[in-house]
């Protein structure tokens, strides 16, 4: 069968085994969207507003499911404006193909209209980019690329189609379906010195990370460490990989860190760290473990062999993948009960804090929704200080799922939630935003009301950048410059978009108004006034400047 380019694209997609595809559309890749035409059911293309939420929405859709997100967008300015997405996803270790419209190979090199050279661009951001240059070899490239986002450590792949090869017909078959590709799995020699190691420890910690766990592998590493009874330390932002309600969980290791997880990696004397990328978070600006040699015993387990010994050099380094190892793992016995307990119980107290300053009290709200939320929910944030509510004061479950950037990436709550919804359309999923966080990306709520893919927002409102306002206080105190928001009517704007929509001015009103928001067909839209100076659970603004100033006094 004779075929173009762009049909014979969608076909390797969809035998691949997409199913759901993100985008703004583009002249570059019209013969694409002809073929998407047909595949309604198929391969569905979820029409965005933007190709920054068109990524971000591909990243989380593929942090979530551990398929590739799919996004499409055009040369120039679209891909520069998806390059948010790719840079989330390679951070997140999310498994994600963005395909690229690309000037016709004609006139590569003369920097034609809206031109770009992708290798040269995203050589470094991605974790491969590539051209087509032979529309025969189509499937040969779609395939590596699929391979190359989900193996070894997950990442986004950038594809450019250049005009000509999508409308160039050709007798090249489809893919059949996608590789049968298995996890490198540990030796037996490399889990037994694992085993010796820990066996001789005194503090182990376990540090797990990744998104590319299975529910079996992820099962398989809690029975191991709760009949071991090893403290387990989320990385930034993973906490969602391991029953928070487990007695061995204590904590994450991320940004805004709290003292007893700080404690608890600096005194351990081994650590296994499985299927962990050490960023800067997780290791608290590289100060917990010594580089490049950690005082601390360190068995790294991965299944990218680029990221053992990328930064620390291990005293054990396993190249495995995380579910083959957790499945070869057998229980080690030792006398650290009291190490892990007052971790545990550590853990615990980190959700009581002050009552917060102003209308809405978030450490309530965040208490009520604890108890509230079904057990398979999925949180969605961005980036500020408001994260502290889905990442520090709610227990994920073994079914709920946390999408946050480790890019530290604002904007992606929104797009990361509706994609969600679109993933899972009957799951109840509640995206965190800041005010300012929410604008980066407000207007995919007309992508949400398109695709009937309507989450839950709770725009945490106070008026402010809170994150860069923290630390404008903590270094120029009372010298407040360009961190003021003026904000518009969120209700009104949400309710344009056909979602239910409220302003929720008081704690005891937060409530009914959530019901009313899990109960509307449209999803929600709740604008939470908070105050300032509840930037922080346990430190206002004015105590951040005092302090400050204090400082600078005491130092004059």
């Not at 491969?128 to 989900?150: G, H, K, Q």
């Not at 709200?365 to 949180?379: F, G, K, M, N, Y």
Request: a negative charge; aromatic letters at 8%.
């Amino acid at each position: 069968m004779v075929r173009n380019g762009g049909r014979l694209l969608v076909e390797c997609l969809i035998a691949l085994g997409a199913a759901k595809s993100f985008g703004v559309p583009g002249e570059s890749y019209l013969a694409v969207l002809d073929a998407l035409h047909d595949t309604r059911g198929k391969l569905d293309y979820v029409l965005c507003r933007n190709e920054g939420g068109a990524a971000f929405m591909a990243s989380a859709y593929g942090k979530l499911t551990g398929t590739p997100g799919i996004c499409f967008v055009t040369r120039g300015p679209g891909v520069t404006n998806a390059s948010i997405g790719v840079h989330t996803a390679m951070q997140d270790s999310s498994p994600m193909i963005l395909f690229v419209g690309q000037v016709g190979t004609d006139m590569k090199g003369r920097e034609a209209f809206q031109e770009i050279d992708y290798r040269a661009v995203y050589g470094t951001v991605a974790k491969w980019a590539v051209e087509i240059d032979d529309v025969s070899r189509l499937p040969e490239i779609v395939a590596r690329a699929w391979t190359t986002a989900v193996t070894g450590r997950p990442g986004p792949v950038v594809v450019a189609l250049p005009e000509d090869m999508l409308t160039t017909v050709t007798e090249a078959e489809p893919l059949s379906g996608p590789a049968t590709i298995f996890e490198p799995a540990p030796t037996a020699d490399a889990v037994a010195s694992a085993h010796k190691l820990l066996a001789g420890a005194e503090r182990p910690v376990l540090l797990i990370g990744g998104a590319n766990w299975t529910a079996d592998g992820r099962a398989a590493l809690q029975t191991f460490a709760e009949a071991s009874d090893i403290p387990v330390v989320a990385a930034f932002r993973y906490q969602d990989q391991f029953d928070n309600h487990s007695p061995v969980f204590v904590g994450e290791a991320g940004v805004g860190m709290v003292a007893h997880v700080k404690k608890l990696i600096g005194d351990a004397d081994v650590i296994l760290a499985v299927n962990v990328r050490f960023g800067e978070m997780t290791t608290d600006g590289y100060t917990l473990l010594d580089v490049p040699m950690p005082r601390q015993k360190l068995i790294h387990v991965h299944g990218s062999d680029r990221e053992i010994g990328k930064i620390y050099v291990p005293t054990i380094g396993i190249h495995a993948g995380p579910n083959a190892f957790a499945k070869a793992l057998t229980p080690v016995k030792a006398a650290w009960a009291d190490w892990r307990t007052a971790a545990r119980k550590a853990y615990e107290g980190t959700f009581a804090a002050p009552v917060q300053p102003g209308p809405v009290d978030m450490v309530a709200v965040s208490a009520w929704l604890r108890e509230t939320l079904p057990a398979d929910v999925i949180l969605t944030n961005g980036a500020g200080n408001f994260t502290v509510w889905p990442n520090k004061f709610f227990k994920f479950g073994p079914q709920a799922r946390l999408l946050a950037p480790q890019s530290g990436a604002m904007g992606y709550g929104l797009p990361a939630a509706i994609a969600a919804k679109v993933a899972y359309p009957g799951r109840t999923v509640v995206c965190f935003a800041g005010d300012g966080d929410f604008q980066m990306n407000c207007q995919e709520l007309g992508t949400a009301m398109q695709a009937g893919a309507q989450p839950i927002v709770l725009i945490i409102n106070n008026g402010i950048y809170g994150t860069i306002r923290a630390h404008q206080e903590r270094n120029y105190p009372a010298r407040v410059s360009g961190t003021s928001l003026e904000n518009p009517d969120f209700v009104a704007l949400a309710k344009a978009y056909g979602f239910h929509a409220e302003r929720v001015e008081s704690t005891e009103d937060f409530a009914a108004a959530f019901q009313r928001a899990l109960n509307s067909a449209t999803g929600a839209v709740l604008d939470i006034a908070i105050s300032p100076e509840a930037l922080t659970p346990r430190q206002t603004l004015s105590q951040m400047r005092d302090a400050a100033l204090a400082s600078q006094k005491a130092k004059a």
